[in-house]
């Protein structure tokens, strides 16, 4: 079993800043990549930032000049930090892993649970 650990998120007024973290556990393998997606009702979870192991980053055209994501590979653990929040960033966001899973070398997507990031204008 793998398991994200979300930790931040919550409300905001516009131009604000949050952070989100998460922790990866359990039977992990290996990750490629972390990141996180967001979703909001009646629409797709979307991919926000993501970093691979070797570093590359990935950004959504909506959030580049104002997240940055942050990884720690030794640790298994992923930050964002959101500036200039704006009020089209609420939704509830998912910390992803891309990886193998020791107990049977599968390799694929884990998610946390979410955490709400409300942003008021």
């Known amino acids: 079993q793998v398991q994200l650990v979300e930790s931040g998120g919550g409300s905001v007024q516009a131009g604000g800043s949050l952070r989100l973290s998460c922790a990866a556990s359990?039977?992990?393998?290996?990750?490629?990549?972390m990141g996180w997606y967001r979703q909001v009702p009646g629409k797709q979870r979307e991919l926000v930032a993501d970093?691979?192991?070797?570093?590359?980053?990935d950004y959504a055209d909506s959030v580049k000049g104002r997240f940055t994501i942050s990884r720690d590979v030794a640790k298994n653990t992923v930050a964002l930090q959101m500036n200039s929040l704006k009020p089209e960033d609420t939704a509830l966001y998912y910390c992803?892993?891309?990886?193998?899973?020791?107990?049977?070398?599968?390799?694929?997507?884990?998610w946390g649970q979410g955490t709400r990031v409300t942003v008021s204008s």
């Open positions: 992803n892993a891309h990886g193998v899973r020791s107990t049977d070398w599968r390799l694929d997507d884990y």
């Open positions: 359990g039977a992990i393998f290996s990750i490629n990549s």
């Open positions: 970093v691979s192991r070797d570093g590359g980053l």
